[in-house]
């Protein structure tokens, strides 16, 4: 069983920049793919970024954050990062962590855990 537990959001103008945290229980966080996925008001939740266990190179981006957001672990803390740079009004939205066995994936449906999200406002 993994917990996650996401901070970091909150309200931003456009152009900023924010950072959002999620915090995994358990001590097998290192052997778990992780993902971070967003739902706007009125949509369906969609794929934002994912990381292999190992970190590093091994991630994925939607082509609509690709070149402003980062995704990034620090295994050693049970923890995986979304910077978001040049937030765009569109970027508005809950983004949740979520968790999954085996190798990184875009898709929703294949990830195990999820966390309670985290609410991401950016302003004009």
């Known amino acids: 069983q993994v917990q996650l537990v996401e901070s970091g959001g909150g309200l931003v103008q456009a152009g900023g920049s924010l950072r959002l945290s999620c915090v995994a229980s358990g001590r097998t966080f290192s052997s778990y793919a992780m993902g971070w996925f967003r739902r706007a008001p009125g949509k369906e939740r969609e794929f934002v970024a994912a990381?292999?266990?190992?970190?590093?190179?091994?991630?994925t981006y939607a082509n609509s954050v690709k070149g402003r957001f980062t995704i990034s672990r620090d295994n050693a803390k049970n923890t995986v990062y979304l910077q978001m740079n040049s937030l765009k009004l569109e970027d508005t939205a809950v983004y949740y962590c979520?968790?999954?066995?085996?190798?990184?994936?875009?898709?929703?449906?294949?990830?195990?855990?999820w966390g309670q999200g985290t609410q991401v406002t950016v302003s004009s």
């Open positions: 979520a968790a999954k066995t085996g190798v990184l994936s875009s898709s929703r449906g294949s990830y195990n855990y």
């Open positions: 990381i292999n266990w190992g970190g590093g190179d091994h991630t």
